[in-house]
């Protein structure tokens, strides 16, 4: 592994560390509310009234050397396993760490660059974010601000990491991407301020890109990393002084949701795929069509005989290449069973892209085309994927409906977590691309499973990618162990699509801020019908 990319996973993983034991830490924290009156508002302005004025401090090696072993000790516990979420400081720790950072607090002037170097101070703010509680934290950033002006605070990747904390808390988005959670196999990381503006705010703090930072992340904890939609819950936070009103604009904790359009008309459209035994047909006034849970006018109705539009990718892996006689006879059972209405693109891949056929309703055209079929190799499935959405989104027309058809093992070769492995496409962005795309996703998994403990972790990760896609994307999740039965998956995937309505309303909520907004799609007069659409879409 290069040193480099060594050296920011190993960051990332520290950093990802104090993410999953925050939780933990947070709730010792507020039980221990002698935290929030360990340090009185007066010794809180004197703090920093000092480090503002700048007057002559001492150094203090014996301090320095007691916050860096404190940092040490918390950092350790990175050392553990990546996935052991017990790797927290227990109760008497962070209770023993409190106290002495108090005294250190309330008896020595703020650990500054002046009073304990710069690695002391910054090593200062990883125990702050780490063992303090949020209300203190909103207590001393007047002092912080101060610090950060006068450049006995730096502006690093500790104190990114505490602003990006302390926004959540308020409800507000993060400005650095430092905060992240470990959900259901994957590192879900909170919303951003401005994914436009992330990279240059990073730089000011020394902080590293952050698709680097991402790839980093997921290299040291090997999970794939994906994005929340969800705005953070605000968390009510009191403390006994006003946050600052001076100081570098970063620190203000406000109202970022100033930035709204209010538009008179913006349809949204659903697919929406239904499934059961015996369906009967439905119209209109079957469907409800929730956003954010409130209920919304449909005013546009499709029925599942609208025309689609289909790309079939096809993994041509090592994992697959003995495989090519049975692709190709699949392939072409798949042709024979479309709708002669539907289009179908097919596309193959390794660690490239082919185009076999591009969007076709002739069926020997297609049949044609299957000597294509060839070149085994890599496995970059993630770029594969946002591929066949580039050219849904180029060569389909808005009155198709729109979906891809991917048959893989799902191991993206990133999911080795080796640096530069893979796909250049980030999982995270893929994800975000289906959120803001109508393309439902029906992914075929093809179990290439081979026995061992690494290759059971891969194929684990492959399987939950595979399904996040299906399910924000309105798709289904498909799977079969035996390539040779594959026509019978393609069949079931072509009925399923043959099932999709389509579904447009324009949202009772005007306003366009660029925020998520949650949908769900029910058939109250039919429980016996199981209904699977996207689950939301970013108002813009």
């Known amino acids: 592994m290069d040193a480099n990319f060594r050296k920011i996973a190993r960051r990332a993983k520290q950093d990802a560390l104090i993410v999953f034991v925050f939780g933990a830490i947070l709730c010792l924290a507020n039980l221990a509310t002698a935290q929030n009156v360990c340090v009185s508002p007066e010794r809180i302005q004197a703090l920093k009234t000092d480090i503002a004025s700048q007057k002559t401090v001492t150094e203090n090696s014996a301090l320095r050397t007691e916050i860096l072993q404190m940092k040490a000790d918390l950092a350790a516990l990175s050392a553990q396993d990546s996935r052991d979420k017990s790797a927290a400081p227990s109760p008497e720790q962070t209770q023993k760490a409190v106290e002495r950072m108090c005294s250190i607090l309330k008896s020595e002037p703020w650990p500054s660059k002046s009073t304990v170097g710069e690695d002391g101070a910054s090593a200062w703010m990883r125990l702050v974010k780490t063992y303090f509680s949020p209300q203190l934290q909103v207590a001393l950033l007047p002092v912080i601000s101060a610090g950060v ?86 968390v009510e936070v009191k403390a006994e002084t006003a946050q600052p009103q001076n100081g570098s604009a970063l620190l203000q904790i406000g109202n970022d949701d100033n930035d709204v359009v209010t538009v008179n008309t913006s ?92 969007l076709e309703s002739d069926k020997e055209k297609l049949f044609d085309s299957l000597s294509k079929i060839k070149d085994f190799g890599g496995s970059w499935v993630w770029d594969a994927e946002k591929f066949a959405l580039d050219m849904l989104q180029r060569d389909s027309t808005p009155d198709r409906r729109k979906a891809i058809v991917v048959m893989t093992d799902g191991v993206d070769n990133a999911l080795t977590y080796e640096p530069g492995a893979g796909s250049k496409t980030l999982f995270a962005d893929l994800i975000e691309d289906v959120r803001n795309n109508s393309t439902a996703i029906f992914p075929i998994y093809l179990n290439t499973q081979e026995p061992g403990e690494l290759n059971a972790q891969m194929y684990a990760d492959a399987r939950r990618t595979l399904q996040l896609l299906a399910d924000e994307s309105g798709g289904n999740y498909y799977t079969t162990k035996d390539i040779g039965k594959l026509s019978e998956v393609y069949e079931r995937v072509l009925r399923d699509v043959g099932r999709v309505y ?36 970013y108002a813009k």
Do not use: C
């Not at 539907?342 to 076999?356: A, H």
């Not at 949202?507 to 949650?518: A, C, D, L």
């Not at 007069?525 to 199981?530: A, F, L, M, R, V």
């Open 149 to 234: 002006d006068k450049d006995q605070i730096k502006k690093d990747a500790e104190l990114a990491s505490l602003i990006d904390r302390l926004r959540l808390r308020a409800g507000l988005p993060q400005l650095f991407g430092t905060q992240a959670a470990a959900n259901n196999g994957f590192i879900v990381i909170s919303p951003l301020l401005s994914a436009e503006h992330v990279d240059a705010w990073r730089a000011e703090y020394g902080i590293v890109p952050l698709r680097i930072y991402i790839r980093a992340l997921q290299s040291a904890y090997q999970m794939p990393v994906i994005w929340s939609p969800v705005k953070p819950a605000r």
């Open 267 to 358: 349809l949204v459209t659903i697919d929406a795929t239904v499934f059961g035994q015996n369906l009967p047909d439905l119209g209109k006034s079957d469907f409800k069509v929730y956003e954010d849970g409130k209920p919304q006018d449909i005013s546009v109705f499709s029925t599942p005989k609208s025309p689609f539009d289909i790309i079939l990718l096809l993994d041509l892996s090592g994992s697959t290449a003995e495989k090519l006689g049975l692709i190709k006879k699949t392939t072409k059972n798949f042709i024979e069973m479309k709708r002669d209405v539907d289009r179908v693109g097919i596309v193959t891949f390794s660690d490239k892209q082919t185009v076999v056929s591009p």
């Open 502 to 537: 389509s579904l447009g309303y324009e949202p009772t909520n005007g306003k366009r801020n660029g925020s998520w907004r949650t949908i769900k799609v029910e058939i109250p007069g039919h429980p016996e019908i199981k209904v699977r659409a996207r689950t939301g879409y």
